[in-house]
């Protein structure tokens, strides 16, 4: 660097940024190509769940474009039960009763049948096969798991964020100021986590659910609600550590001595170095998130029944699987398979590149 | 064959970050006779570390490269070429190693009997109950006290010293025909580093063995070395006897070594660092002007102590607490533009007092008299204003600088809090200012800590104390970590800086060359207690007190001082 750098800095005053933590983190990842390839499958999933919020994709995913249990295009050779089912329903002719002579409406059917031929009904014809098949109503399991990814992805994202947000606040002032405050957020913690996870889940559900407070903040606002405010001891707990480790540090001791208050010393001094912990935190909760809402919408308290997610996808399937439609289950499983493993390997590949060893 | 271990052109080097190579070491050959002691000595980065541990393949492997050409013959026998099974074999057995830090080099979870008696059971074949027993008498042989009930022992619960011994005792074990020895006194104190040195030569003439001895560290090697191998840069620039090396040293560089550690005996104006000898026309150090140092009876008080007291509690049990004297009434003054040395080993309360006197401790009794106000009895508030006039520069500038800060963000904080300089521009000209009269080139306001080495983080860390114009700057331990001539260079800044802007320093140390040079008045403590307050030269060349007189006596004298005793 100093050899390019000879060349002109003769000229222009000295202000050559020198690569920080962050940008020696950044090279490090790129050299790493399993963390570059989760990186690009993570982006991708980022774009995809964006174009879908904006409508580019996905927007019309609630239409019901096929037949019932429409095949999947590389099936189509494959027989339909289900539509057959209904395309015969439809179709049935019922034999005809004159009633004529019973019936006071009878001398006003024709009027209607000529006002009813005057409005023009335009049938769209269901397709008998989509791309990766259709579920109960037709609907495009495709775009309903691209759409599903949007809910999930972003109930994952954000829950992550406000845990992350509370585990670090508390843990920092819990290992910073260690004495009573340190304690009695051990015994808040204690409690908290003695309880079952997911009956810990269930219990906020159900209490959400069933406040009339919280009427207006049904859906996937409570879902994430529930998961930042129980996902946070793990966090707290590592972010605590840290504090503890970098309070008696000599950084933070010149710190003090140079008359930096308490809250600079904890958030401008022991955060940044704290912060590859934060991070590699917050992108392993987003994988735990998005398998919670899974699991809570499947259990019927996720998102409500008008939006989809992966987890109401999955829901769905198990009904679907006794009569060998396996589809819907498989867009579901896959997409987030793909998505949860690559951003787990993403987050090795983050703590790999962010350990900082080389101080 | 009267050579144990010959080096033969020994090549390595490094694979760095983004596939850059760096030459560790560039074609050094030295032998190693049998039944003497072989020093290697070199500033950091000089190559004397990866030469030794190439010797025990110990270096790692994906990042090594070594030259096909390099010979490392033990015995006649090419360790390069060896297979591992065979080099595993021949580590601890007949090569073995000790480190620089005891206590990361022993399991905590093992007792220190335990650890022993491993290496004979797998080197040497031995039973169990033979392990043991020989165990002990190898403790007894080392010199720890009481070797039946310290096998028994966890690391912690033994002292630095006592650690480094059951190293020595480890290494030793199998009857090792090479002890190689990687700056083994370092991190301990001088008297202890004595009581090894002393050991080391020892057990290197009974037990018939030959001794590696790295340090950076010249004078160390003057009392125990037969043969002195001086490498820079991973070349070796001199070789010779010890006498050749310390009567008539040949290369510049050499002569810089002996000269750039502070001497008991001279003081003169500016310590010699590596550059004024390497120059053309070298240097004569007998011509340097000499300083005169002592308190003066009309030297302005700035810093006055009075009995301060610090006391640590130790929770003993559920509800009890116990109290532990750190430090037990000190009583000093300190003079405008003085320096105080603060001298002791570890754990003698040294550095307590300087924090407490800074507040980072809060204190347990006794006044500290600054422009006539007691600092411990302020408020918070009140003392803010009282925090810009005494800084501190720590121990470890690794530590103490935050390697998320930009240099700049670093000089920058203390003149924001303490709202000096009008705006951002007046206190980026003052840093860069600063930076330029610490030696640092004006770049560096915008790099990252971790791109200096550890002498230029220092100056950073002095920066900053300067940016606040402080009367009383304390430097804890300040140049220890430091090479000697990283640590010429540092005192010769600190001396500078004082002579510039009149501070006062309190400069605490265990080294008491260093404190002599550097001090107008010397205090001397012991486990909390004040030993004896004189000026400098009265205290090294009177000293009243008998441990005094045992610190003294434990400075490493190099070798024309022997000779004269």
Partial sequence: MSAVLTTNSTAAPIHQASPGLWTLAWRRLKRDKVGMVSLVVVVFFLLMIAGSYTGIVAKNWSKEVGVSYANPSFLSGAVNLEAKVENKESVAKVPYVDLSDIDPLAPRYKEWEERTAKIKVTETPRAETLLFGGDKWGRDVLQKAIKGAQTSIFVGLIAAFIATFIGTILGALSGYLGGRVGDFMEWFYNVFSSIPYILLILAFAAVFASSPAMADFRGVPMVIAILGLTGWTGIYRLIRAEFIKHGSREYVKAAEAIGASHSRRMFVHILPNVSHVCLVQLSQHVVQFIKAEVILSYLGLGVPVDSVSWGTMLAEAQSELVIGKWWQLAAAGISMAILVTAFSMLTDSLRDALDPKIK | ?565
């Avoid at chain 2, 660092?273 to 390497?278: G, N, Q, S």
């Avoid at chain 2, 003392?383 to 800060?405: D, E, G, T």
């Fill in chain 2, 1 to 565: 064959m009267e050579h144990i271990l010959q080096v033969k052109d020994l090549n390595v080097k490094f694979r760095l970050d983004g596939g850059a190579i760096f030459d560790a070491v560039k074609g050094t050959s030295f032998d190693i006779p049998r039944n003497s002691t072989v020093a290697l000595v070199g500033e950091s980065g000089s190559g004397k570390s990866v030469s030794a541990m190439s010797i025990v393949r110990l270096l790692p492997r994906e990042q090594a490269i070594l030259s096909p050409r390099s010979e490392v013959l033990f015995n006649g026998e090419n360790l390069l070429r060896a297979t591992d099974a065979r080099m595993r074999d021949i580590r601890g057995k007949d090569i073995s190693v000790i480190f620089q830090e005891p206590m990361s080099s022993l399991n905590p979870v093992f007792s220190v009997g335990n650890q022993v008696s491993e290496v004979l059971r797998l080197h040497m074949g031995m039973t169990k109950a033979q392990a043991w027993t020989r165990s002990e008498e190898l403790l007894n042989e080392v010199g720890i006290p009481h070797p039946k009930l310290r096998m028994n022992s966890y690391p912690h619960e033994l002292s630095g010293g006592q650690q480094q011994r059951v190293m020595i005792a480890m290494a030793i074990a199998c009857e090792p025909k090479l002890l190689i020895a990687d700056e083994p006194t370092t991190a301990l104190d001088v008297t202890i580093q004595k009581q090894i040195l002393d050991l080391i030569a020892k057990l290197q003439a009974s037990h018939h063995m030959s001794v590696l001895f790295i340090t950076h560290d010249l004078a160390v090697v003057g009392e125990i070395a037969d043969t002195v191998v001086v490498m820079q840069n991973g070349e070796i620039k001199e070789q010779g006897t010890a006498r050749q090396i310390f009567e008539s040293p040949q290369h510049p560089y050499t002569k810089a070594l002996l000269m750039c550690r502070p001497n008991v005996s001279k003081r003169p104006m500016r310590l010699p660092v590596i550059e004024d000898f390497m120059g053309p026309a070298g240097l004569q150090p007998e011509h340097l002007a000499q300083r005169h140092r002592g308190y003066a009876p009309d030297d302005e008080i700035v810093l006055e102590v009075k009995n301060l007291s610090k006391h640590f509690q130790l929770k003993e049990g559920l509800f009890k607490k116990r109290d532990v004297p750190a430090v037990k009434g000190a009583t000093f003054k300190l003079a405008r533009g003085k320096t105080l040395g603060l001298v002791g080993e570890s754990g003698s309360g040294k550095t307590t007092v300087g924090l407490t006197l800074m507040r980072l401790h809060s204190a347990s009794g006794g006044e500290v008299l600054f422009d006539g106000v007691d600092l411990l009895k302020l408020s918070e508030r009140d003392f803010m204003k009282y925090k810009r006039r005494i800084q501190i520069v720590f121990q470890n500038p690794y530590a103490s600088l935050n390697p998320r800060f930009t240099v700049g963000q670093i000089l920058l904080e203390p003149m924001t809090i303490h709202k000096i300089g009008k705006d951002e521009q007046e206190r980026v000209q003052m840093a860069m200012a600063l930076l330029q009269r610490v030696g640092m080139p004006e770049v560096s306001f915008y790099k990252y800590p971790h791109e200096f080495s550890g002498g230029q983080r220092q100056r950073i860390a002095i920066a900053r104390c300067l940016t606040m114009k402080p009367d009383v700057l304390i430097c804890d331990e300040s140049v220890s970590a430091l090479d000697v001539s990283v640590q010429a260079q540092v005192l010769n800044l600190l001396q500078d800086l004082q002579d510039e802007y009149k501070m006062s320093y309190i400069f605490i140390s265990h080294d008491l060359a260093v404190v002599k040079y550097i001090s107008d008045q010397v205090m001397v403590m012991s486990d909390g207690d004040v030993v004896e307050v004189a000026n400098s030269d009265e205290i090294y060349l009177n000293p009243k007190q008998e441990y005094t007189k045992k610190l003294l006596g434990s400075i490493p004298k190099g070798w024309q001082e022997e000779k004269a005793a």
